[in-house]
């Protein structure tokens, strides 16, 4: 990845004669003390100590460059970044692209690039770039959610009654997600992986996909032009689900190897004002083309999601949004099929991969952003809450702007569960006890709080 990114920060810094050229950046400072020692995390990591006691501690210095001429616009964003957690220090290329006109109905952008559509609010369904959660998890700015990849992305504006613009983004190998898969700051000790252990099963280290030209990744969004007040879009990708998802068993050795499955995804949104507000729709088709029936246990089932969101100033200074996100797996039945082989064989044969996933799921999430001072503090609420996982994720924010150039922000991050997910007596009688087996509830221990300090230059 570091090779790839330094031959096309190469290319473009050759790209564009010297016309107009902008530095900017800041340097900022994160704590994120957890709230209690995870026990899980060490033994995860090894390490004689009862838990990690931050989620990050980190000093970062992040370069923008912006470069124009008559040909296009070269844009170079860098972050240099001492972790003080793992002690390293890193150079990370977050973006690094070049953008221009080819012909008058179409522009180019290519290298490495942040990429994002829909309209769900810190929700993703067609969305299916990749995302970085340990950052956003970590409390780190809400910019480092969306993690960069490389991409050859074209603007297409044909003279059309129905069609505004069709954007097509070409990434030439798979990318996928920075989470407590790739990175450890969190634990989450799956239960599938924890049983197979027990039985003698072990997992190895997520399979690569191989970058060769079959593995590229392509998303579409033709965006139509407005009606009625709204603005309505439909999407397409062909390439991989974003986690390791999939388990490839080899019987001689008994070691599963988990690997990234094929993933089509097919969908749309709308979006305009209404009820006082701003109203959005979105849905989509997640067709798992290795396991298009379900019936294999070992992949993930095909699903349909949707979300609906609702916008509005309650007063000058008080925003609010509604938002609900559902998950329909399909072929439920199957899934509940193989649990039923599994309890019937004793505990030998494989659980499905979605065992401890409900047909369906339903999130909802509120936020709350109320500016004060002249708008230089902001008080934010955001929270997601699952009635049927049972479980949250609250995450508070106080962001103080004491200059335009100095601003402090303390950000929550609290997880947690309730109910019959939460009750220890219920989880003890579990086919696998001691585990909060929700995507929220899994990290209870992980609760941490961060403090950042950013000086903009």
Not at 190 to 198: G, I, K, Q, T
Not at 335 to 347: A, K, P, R, T, Y
Not at 413 to 419: E, K, R, S, T
Request: charged letters at 20%; hydrophobic letters at 40%; zero cysteines.
């Amino acid at each position: 990845m570091r090779t790839t990114t330094s031959v096309i920060l190469g290319l473009l810094l050759m790209a564009v004669p010297v016309f107009s050229q902008e530095w900017n950046g800041f340097v900022e400072f994160g704590y994120a003390p957890k709230l209690q020692k995870n026990a899980s995390l060490a033994a995860m990591m090894g390490l004689s100590s009862d838990g990690q006691y931050y989620a990050i501690g980190e000093q970062r210095v992040q370069l923008k460059f912006e470069h124009f001429s008559d040909e296009g616009e070269l844009f170079l964003k860098m972050d240099f970044l001492r972790d003080n957690v793992f002690d390293k220090t890193d150079l990370l290329v977050r973006e690094a692209y070049f953008t221009t006109t080819l012909v008058d109905w179409m522009d180019l952008k290519i290298g490495r690039q942040i990429q994002t559509w829909g309209v769900g609010d810190l929700m993703f369904i067609n969305d299916v770039f990749p995302k970085d959660w340990i950052s956003f998890f970590s409390g780190r700015q809400d910019e480092y959610l969306k993690a960069p990849s490389n991409a050859l992305r074209f603007g297409l504006y044909p003279e059309n009654p129905l069609v505004q613009a069709l954007n097509i983004s070409v990434m030439p190998f798979s990318e996928s997600d920075i989470n407590v898969m790739t990175e450890g700051r969190f634990a989450s000790i799956d239960p599938l992986y924890s049983f197979m252990a027990n039985q003698g099963i072990f997992f190895g280290p997520a399979a690569r996909t191989s970058r060769e030209p079959e593995n590229f990744e392509i998303a579409m969004r033709v965006q139509l032009k407005s009606f009625g007040g709204f603005t309505t879009s439909l999407y397409g990708y062909k390439g991989r689900w974003n986690n390791p998802y999939a388990i490839r068993p080899d019987n001689a050795s008994n070691v599963m190897t988990p690997y990234f499955s094929k993933l089509q995804v097919y969908g749309a949104s709308t979006r305009g004002a209404a009820l006082g507000g701003v109203l959005s729709f979105e849905g989509g088709y997640y067709r798992s083309v290795d396991d298009l029936d379900g019936i294999n246990p070992l992949v993930p089932n095909s699903s349909l999601r949707y979300l609906a969101l609702y916008e509005k100033s309650l007063a000058p200074t008080l925003d609010m949004g509604i938002q609900y996100y559902g998950e329909a797996l399909q072929n439920f039945e199957n899934i509940d099929n193989n649990v039923s082989s599994f309890l019937q064989s004793g505990g030998l044969a494989p659980l499905d991969v979605e065992t401890f996933k409900d047909e369906f799921r339903h999130l909802l999430t509120l936020r709350l952003t109320k500016k004060m001072l002249n708008e230089t503090l902001w008080l934010t609420w955001f929270n997601y809450f699952s009635p049927s996982d049972q479980d949250f994720y609250l995450r508070p924010s106080i962001q103080y702007k004491y200059s335009d150039q100095v601003s402090l922000t303390v950000t929550g991050n609290i997880f947690g569960a309730y109910g019959d997910n939460n009750d220890e007596a219920n989880r003890k009688a579990n086919l696998l006890p001691d585990y909060r087996n929700t995507m929220f509830g899994q990290f209870s221990d992980d609760r941490n709080i961060n403090f950042t300090a950013r000086y903009i230059f």
